[in-house]
């Protein structure tokens, strides 16, 4: 096992011997999404997003630090593929609450091959699924309570479909499995950390799945669901916001060095 390897699985507090199967795949999506928060905290600190092997190792392992989809699902692909995985890198159009879509490589999403089938994986776009959905057309997938779906809209257009009750169903992302690389997504990374037009350069956010729920903080509030029940607490200055990010998240923003 390789360092990079060992610090990864170090990171997601996995003991087990890394192969590439499908057990070890969802023990690694369902880990990475309850110890790596999905984080935009760099946009909002003026540190430049870069999405090198070297720099996703040193923020994300060395430095106890999450991401958001292009460093999570970055990441997250060069440990599969050093595990030896098939993965594919995959482009999605993230769609609003307004049913309006986001531009090409707004979203970066995995795509692995195994025996068992084909999967979709996905450790950076926040509250999604936990465990890897097979990619069978269709067909509703359920995980703790919510419901996803993969539909074909057109030749080579798929969308990502979420229920909180099973019934009625949201639109999360289009995507196609055309194969594209780390490097193709450089443009839309730029985009969201510096356009006054990116979610993402308005809104500071941190949030991670828990055993019971999910943790998420912002500028502005704290959320703390736990078997379905939320509560909120306001946010009232900075001090306050680096205390809960470093007792609920173990980051702390060293504004000295990136």
């Known amino acids: 096992m390789n360092n990079f390897i060992s610090k990864y699985l170090s990171r997601l507090k996995i003991k087990s011997e890394p192969k590439p199967y499908l057990s070890f795949l969802k023990e690694l999506h369902r880990k990475h999404l309850l110890n790596i928060p999905f984080e935009n ?23 106890n630090r999450g991401g ?59 509250e999604a699924f936990l465990e890897p959905l097979k990619f069978e057309l269709g ?16 030749e080579n257009q798929f969308k990502l479909l979420k229920s909180d009750d099973s019934k009625t169903f949201s639109e999360k992302y289009l995507f196609s499995l055309t194969t594209r690389q780390l490097s193709d997504f450089e443009g839309m990374c730029k985009f969201h950390q510096t356009s006054p037009d990116s979610v993402f350069t308005n809104k500071v956010i941190c949030t991670k799945a828990t055993s019971t729920g999910r943790i998420t903080l912002s500028d502005s509030k704290f959320i703390e669901t736990i078997n379905g029940i939320k509560t909120e607490t ?17 980051i702390e923003i060293n504004l000295n060095v990136s």
């Not at 905290?41 to 430095?63: C, M, R, V, W």
């Not at 292009?70 to 997250?76: C, D, P, R, S, W």
């Not at 067909?139 to 057109?154: D, H, N, S």
């Open 68 to 126: 958001f989809c292009y460093e999570l699902n970055g990441a997250f692909s060069f440990l599969l593929k050093e595990i030896g995985f098939d993965i594919s890198l995959l482009s999605a159009r993230v769609i609003n609450e307004n049913g309006e879509l986001g531009a090409e490589f707004d979203h970066l999403v995995l795509f692995v091959k195994l025996e068992e089938g084909n999967f979709l994986v996905d450790v950076g776009f926040g």
């Open 41 to 63: 905290l760099n946009i909002h600190y003026g540190f430049k997003i870069e999405t090198s092997k070297p720099a996703l190792e040193k923020k994300i392992l060395d430095q």
């Open 139 to 154: 067909k509703t997938q359920t995980q703790l309570g919510r419901a996803f779906k993969i539909i074909k809209v057109e």
């Open 234 to 250: 306001e946010v009232q200055n900075e001090i306050e916001f680096k205390k809960l990010l470093k007792q609920k998240f173990e």
